[in-house]
């Protein structure tokens, strides 16, 4: 059995010697060892011989704060093992904390006459009318709102990131050019944000369903800037730009007309009136 599942499977208290362990292997004394895992020293030699208990068959991994031969084979047998075991962790405390951070519902398709703001209303009727083709003259009114993606060696890059869209009323204009010319080089961040979009770009292409949901979630905005609160409508619809070239459009409102039952009410921030994307950009049209 893999180290890293076996220590999983065990108790913290492996994790913890494992932890201990790899730092020395990687150099660092026993008392940095100590003061990085925030135990102390008697604590740490403890771990230690636990897990040579475990794994020393019989021999010491660590004497006077150096790996024996016996240590230096085992690191070197389960280093990759390890580095998954800290990631696998680390990615557990994000998703923890992300959860203070990230609320998210998904609603009805029926529901968007009832509950959308006019952009998603639109873009929702004007998307039925012309079966999804992107290339119909119909869908011009939506372009400036529109971002469009599609897939290219199995990554979802942007195609179209229109100047009246939310990425690009939020982020800026430049980088929303970088975004559409630089492709999957900036999308990486942009799932990191906007958690499980590439998973569902891949079902509604499958599947051939939109999908609608409302957000309220900790985005970054400024670089140098603390990350702000931002509540969204977004719809997610597949397209027809070529012969053989299906694509997606994410189309995203921000709103604070949002409806997620584990949103706390209490403390939730609302957007400024500046900010909002209420009002309906195509009453002057004839759509």
Not at 274 to 286: A, H, R, S, V, Y
Request: charged share 25%; glycine share 6%; net charge negative.
């Amino acid at each position: 059995m893999s180290i890293i599942w076996k220590a999983l499977m065990i108790d913290f208290r492996d994790i913890q010697a494992l932890r201990a362990f790899d730092l020395i292997a990687c150099g660092y004394s026993a008392k940095a060892a100590t003061i990085s895992l925030g135990l102390s020293r008697q604590t740490v030699l403890d771990r230690l011989k636990e897990l040579s208990e475990s794994y020393g068959d019989g021999e010491m991994l660590v004497n006077h704060g150096r790996l024996t031969s016996s240590g230096l084979l085992f690191h070197a047998r389960i280093r990759d093992d390890l580095g998954r075991l800290w990631q696998n962790l680390e990615d557990i405390e994000l998703s923890a904390k992300d959860n203070e951070h990230f609320f998210s519902q998904a609603h009805s398709l029926t529901e968007i006459s009832k509950k959308a703001v006019p952009i998603i209303q639109n873009t929702w009727r004007i998307w039925r009318e012309t079966e999804g083709d992107f290339r119909d003259d119909r869908m011009n009114p939506i372009l400036p709102w529109s971002m469009i993606l599609r897939n290219v060696g199995g990554e979802w890059v942007y195609a179209v990131v229109g100047v009246n869209s939310s990425f690009s009323t939020w982020f800026g204009v430049e980088r929303a050019r970088k975004l559409q010319a630089d492709g999957a080089g900036e999308l990486t961040k942009v799932r990191a944000t906007f958690r499980n979009t590439g998973r569902t770009y891949d079902d509604v292409i499958q599947t051939g369903a939109p999908v609608y949901h409302h957000f309220h979630v900790l985005s970054p905005r400024h670089p140098e800037k603390p990350k702000e609160w931002v509540s969204f409508q977004r719809l997610i619809v597949p397209l027809i730009l070529g012969d053989d070239d299906m694509g997606v459009g994410n189309f995203i409102a921000r709103t604070n007309q949002i409806e997620i039952d584990n949103l706390p009410i209490k403390g939730r921030k609302l957007l400024p009136d500046d900010l909002l994307m209420d009002e309906d950009p195509f009453e002057n049209w004839k759509l």
